[in-house]
């Protein structure tokens, strides 16, 4: 058997790998995805007090800052077993929608878009954001970075800074917002929507007009039929900051429906011997390998793994477009049979960005968020909390426990990627599958199909990697798996 | 608002990674330093960079570097131009720097014309931790002199739009 390694050499060199083993007689036989990881994660945080992680955590993930912020404030009010007042809730749930505004978009138009409005095979120069702009006008980047810099500006009003959220507290929040900020934010809401109907109109004009595409999107090498995860709201609609967790199964049918302080009594990670990475299943199914099917216990959650476990959207233009989508790729539109075309994820990820438009606006309407009352001051402690948000790449938890003065004595992560580790290897596998063979040239679009079967999920690599179409510096080395020796290597970088 | 932009970047806890965030600290600490350039510490990439290189001549980018071709600690000072590898200054889920700068030039915003690297090698980058491996915390004394030398330079008529690649 040979080894192939496909390894991103990034500036954090040597992290970042993609295995493929290859038998004898050129077949794939495995593939393993490696994502790196912050090290020391748990000794960096016992002995800090709670109410910190909130700031602290937004370092974890330069990509994801306030969903790390979010997870880790509301494990931390329920460290203080306090529950938050009315308006600190909803200020933190409008945040939290300004944030996903912003982030899907970059996700939609910088790094997945190009794969769609510049096609897998155009030349990796073109690959990018600048290609799409070349491809979709200058008027629709100036309406990227103005859609990213709203995201950010509600980000400001309620979380106090632009990019790293700091003001949420146990308790709530620890700033209001007053009138005038209200009424910006309604403004900035109208205006997101607006951006969301343009976002509509781009992937059908570019995306979904093109047939190639779409049968790219439904092709069975990128497709798993995989239990879904994703937070649902008390009508079973998508909600991103707080519900229960819903599990369904590959035929989409619910499996479990859980608080979030329950998750350990669902979830549990396997490890591989190979590898530090944790493959999180569905304990009361079981881990069968990186297989799917009914049996197997690996799950998604992700932007499409949000949608097969909801009912809809809880927004009219979101629902609409909730509709069309199920529509078009089961025929049936009510959302009941799932979706597991892995690249479905894009078009997955312009429904929820729709959704997070008229969130904002719907949110900001509400005059209670200028009410005074957005902190409630814990007044004992439980000693253990777990906090639970959809982050843009998958389910995101915080688990802290702590000693009676609120000092953290245990903690545990499950971050959105790695929920998708063992899917994302088994994309990778599929996609490799017939791509790449012992003694066959290794094309850049050979590299960048296999590139798509991950950067669908939108992986999140914990130290500043990254995953640009066409940017991302890739090393292939195919082994003699006896000898060790090289017999092929492919570079891009 | 200077023309001269001292940007600091990384991430104050991680290990190593924290070399930008206690640079600029130092530089904000320098008096004879003020007006002459703006300092800013950003634990950001890509994207949210845009706004801060904005309306600026002449730009410093301050990082930390794995090369694994050096010993760390080693102050890496170079231009940066169509050449310079981007997959040095990207991060996840962004765009990288020159491409951040092709954006921003193709909508029509302000970017610096000349921009230069200073990069430190770095020993650990992947450790949460506030604290940093000793060859780059010493690193801290040379580099702050290569900044202020800089600085100095790029306020110079003799001023031509770069330093000389070089390694120490």
């Known amino acids: ?493 | 608002m200077s023309s001269t932009l001292v940007l600091c970047l990384g991430n104050d806890v991680l290990s190593d990674d924290a070399f930008g965030f206690h640079l600029a600290r130092r530089l904000q600490e320098q008096e004879e330093l003020e007006g002459k350039a703006d300092v800013q510490f950003a634990p950001l990439a890509g994207f949210n960079l845009l706004p801060l290189l904005q309306n600026h001549e002449r730009l410093l980018i301050v990082d930390t570097i794995v090369t694994g071709r050096a010993l760390p600690g080693t102050i890496h000072f170079f231009p940066m131009g169509e050449e310079t590898p981007s997959r040095l200054l990207t991060s996840s889920h962004q765009i990288s720097l020159p491409h951040a700068l092709a954006l921003g030039r193709a909508l029509g915003m302000a970017m610096p014309e000349s921009i230069d690297v200073l990069a430190v090698e770095a020993q650990d980058v992947c450790t949460l931790s506030e604290e940093m491996t000793p060859p780059v915390e010493e690193a801290l004394e040379p580099a702050l002199s290569r900044v202020a030398e800089w600085i100095a330079t790029s306020l110079s008529e003799e001023y031509h739009g770069g330093f000389e690649p070089q390694v120490n």
């Open chain 1, 1 to 493: 058997m040979k080894e192939i390694v496909i390894d991103p050499i990034t500036r954090l060199e040597g992290h970042g790998k993609i295995h493929l083993f290859v038998k004898d007689d050129g077949n794939l036989a495995n593939a393993y995805f490696q994502v790196p990881e912050l090290r020391g994660f748990e000794r960096f945080c016992v002995g800090r007090p709670v109410e910190e992680m909130c700031r602290i955590t937004t370092r974890i993930c330069g990509v994801c800052p306030d969903a790390h912020h979010m997870a880790a404030a509301k494990a931390a009010d329920a460290v203080y077993g306090v529950t938050i007042p009315s308006a600190a809730r909803k200020l933190r749930e409008l945040m939290y929608n300004g944030f996903y505004a912003g982030d899907h978009t970059t996700h939609f138009y910088a790094l997945g878009g190009p794969d769609f409005v510049c096609g897998p095979d155009a030349p990796k120069a073109e690959r990018n954001i600048l290609g799409v702009i070349a491809k979709v006008g200058l008027d629709a980047g100036k309406a990227v970075i103005a859609q990213r810099a709203r995201g950010q500006r509600i980000i400001e009003i309620i979380g106090g800074k632009k990019v790293h959220p700091v003001t949420s507290l146990p308790g709530g929040l620890s700033k209001r917002v007053t009138k005038e900020e209200q009424q910006e934010v309604i403004e900035i809401g109208r205006q997101m929507v607006e951006f969301g109907k343009f976002t509509i109109k781009v992937l059908n004009d570019i995306v979904l007009a093109n047939k190639a595409y779409v049968d790219l999107i439904l092709s069975d090498m990128f497709t798993h039929k995989t239990y879904n995860m994703g937070l649902v709201d008390a009508n079973n609609k998508v909600t991103f900051y707080d519900g229960m967790v819903r599990v369904t199964g590959p035929d989409g049918k619910e499996r479990h429906k859980y608080e979030p302080r329950d998750y350990l009594q669902y979830v549990a990670e396997h490890v591989e011997p190979y590898s530090y990475l944790k493959y999180p299943y569905l304990k009361q199914v079981g881990w069968k390998g990186m297989v799917d099917g009914i049996e197997s216990g690996v799950y998604k959650a992700s932007p499409l793994s949000r949608l097969n476990v909801s009912d809809g959207m809880a927004t009219p233009l979101a629902q609409a477009e909730y509709e069309r989508f199920y529509e078009t790729l089961t025929g049936d539109r009510s959302g009941r049979t799932p979706v597991h075309s892995t690249l479905a994820t894009h078009w997955a990820r312009v429904v929820e960005l729709v959704f997070a438009c008229e969130a904002v606006l719907q949110q900001a309407q509400d005059d209670e968020i200028t009410s005074d009352k957005v902190l409630n001051p814990p007044t004992g402690i439980v000693g253990e909390g777990v906090g639970i948000v959809e982050a843009p790449r998958g389910t995101l938890t915080h688990h802290y426990k702590t000693d009676g003065n609120g000092i953290i004595t245990e903690a545990n992560l499950i971050v959105g990627t790695t929920n998708n580790n063992a899917a994302i290897s088994m994309s990778i596998k599929k996609a490799a599958e017939g791509l790449i063979r012992a003694g066959q040239p290794i094309t850049d679009g050979v590299l960048n199909r296999i590139e798509m079967a991950f950067r669908a999920y939108d992986p999140c690599f914990g130290c500043a990697t990254h995953s640009l179409p066409g940017e991302m510096p890739l090393e292939l080395i195919i082994h003699e798996a006896e000898s060790g020796e090289v017999i092929q290597t492919v570079r891009r970088f």
